[in-house]
């Protein structure tokens, strides 16, 4: 009877050790910051324009761009800088081409913003005078899904200082674009995240998603699709397609808080979720983080 | 004979006890006059009420009511409404939204008001336009410290 208490009382200690203890120097004694997208404004840029220039060619574009953040700012909302990340980038020898649109995609990928903003600067000097245009596009990143779209314009002045025009332009439409951002937000808050998933194959592997597998046998497709079913959020997914090779989720909801506990979640954690299911079924899966978009490859 | 007027009594006054309330909602009478770059919004409002002092009070309460829950038209910045959905809101956040309108503490976001009509008398009371200028800033940021609204993100 001694014997078993003692056990019994060793057995409860070890199940109460966490398997990571709290740091001191890190504890916050519980509280919870929900994490916040990352923003970048960028400039518009054309096939015969270079990204890495275009800012320091043109004071208007770069006035355009500063009236954008500056609204973010009001709304205390800090951005990744443009102009710092490309100075990293250069740095750090990242563009392997001289294809613009190759270096806008290096660079937003370097920067790696889960929102990025386009400002388009558009200048028009006619005989009854000059106007600018700015039109401004926010996008998802990893998805491309679209948060915002405005186009804001001067009127028509007698005027020379077409800086002034773009600040005019920008703030005509800047705090009507952020509004339009914040209404997306909240649907992220309400509905999930977007992730996207893509599941392949090595090419060593004696498997494809024609093979039956689990308790019922049934194509290891379907199982996963069953699990998605499962386990995104709000039930709320979209199958871009199958092969017997590849399998592409292009949209799927992940929640921004862990549904049991509160703290935030991310794609990370969804990937290890899904990971360990394939794991699950007798199979050896490898898991790829880009930004937001998830790749398991099963070997 | 004399039980059956005391029944008549008692049934007629239950009919009239369970009459539908009336339910009022407040006028869309509110219109922009101007957005400042200093985050103010001036707007003209109507009020109604039994004497002039409650009308100017119900003009005042209306700008808020229109800016918070259905936006303004010609706005750029407020032409959707800051809170979307109004009862649930209001519901959640019932003290607040009792000291907002009942004592008043929309005076503290109100940087002007100026009775801009003669009174206009109706059937029953009285009617008022006043321009409102309402500090847009410090609404959104007590609504926001309060969590009626989210701050910009998620």
Not at chain 1, 272 to 297: A, F, Q
Request: hydrophobic share 35%.
């Amino acid at each position: 009877m001694n014997k078993i208490n003692i056990l019994n009382t060793i057995l409860l200690v070890l199940v109460n050790i966490p398997l990571f203890s709290q740091n001191s120097s890190t504890n916050s004694g519980g509280q919870i910051v929900t994490v916040q997208p990352k923003i970048m404004v960028i400039p518009y840029t054309k096939e015969d324009e270079n990204i890495r220039t275009v800012l320091e060619d043109d004071v208007n574009k770069r006035i355009a761009i500063t009236k954008i953040k500056e609204a973010f700012d009001n709304r205390g909302f800090t951005t990744i800088d443009f102009e710092t990340k490309l100075k990293a980038a250069k740095d750090n020898n990242i563009f392997t081409s001289d294809n613009q649109s190759d270096i806008k995609s290096q660079i937003i990928e370097f920067a790696a913003p889960d929102i990025y903003v386009e400002a388009e600067v558009y200048v028009q000097k006619k005989s009854s005078g000059n106007s600018v245009k700015v039109i401004l596009r926010g996008n998802e990143s990893s998805t491309g899904n679209a948060l915002a779209n405005k186009v804001g314009d001067s009127g028509t002045w007698y005027t020379e200082d077409i800086g002034k025009l773009s600040e005019k332009a920008v703030e005509q439409i800047v705090e009507d674009f952020l509004n339009t951002m914040q209404n997306k937000f909240t649907e992220i808050v309400n509905n999930g995240k977007s992730v996207i998933i893509d599941i392949s194959f090595s090419g060593g592997s004696s498997y494809d998603f024609n093979s039956e597998m689990g308790d019922e046998g049934l194509p290891l497709s379907d199982l996963l699709e069953m699990w998605m079913e499962e386990n995104a959020f709000k039930n709320n997914y979209h199958l871009q397609g199958t092969t017997s090779l590849k399998m592409i989720f292009d949209d799927v909801r992940i929640p921004l808080k862990d549904q049991s506990n509160g703290k935030n979640y991310n794609p990370n954690k969804f990937a290890l979720l899904l990971w360990k299911y394939i794991k699950s079924l007798g199979l050896n899966p490898t898991k790829d983080l880009k930004g937001n978009t998830i790749y398991i490859t099963i070997n | 004979m004399r039980q059956l007027n005391i029944f008549i009594l008692i049934l007629f006054t239950g009919l009239i006890a369970c009459k539908t309330k009336n339910i009022s909602y407040p006028t869309a009478e509110v219109v922009l006059l101007s957005e400042n770059k200093d985050g103010t919004i001036t707007l003209k409002s109507a009020g109604y009420g039994k004497d002039f002092q409650d009308a100017v009070t119900d003009a005042q309460m209306n700008a808020f009511d229109i800016l918070l829950f259905r936006g303004i038209p010609g706005s750029n910045r407020f032409k959707n409404p800051i809170i979307m959905d109004e009862n649930m809101v209001k519901n959640q956040h019932k003290e607040y939204f009792d000291t907002f309108y009942s004592k008043a503490y929309f005076n503290t976001f109100m940087v002007n008001s100026v009775v801009s009509s003669n009174e206009i008398h109706l059937e029953k009371g009285k009617k008022v336009f006043v321009d409102v200028t309402i500090n847009t800033n410090s609404l959104l940021r007590d609504l926001e410290q309060n969590n009626i609204i989210r701050k910009f993100g998620y």
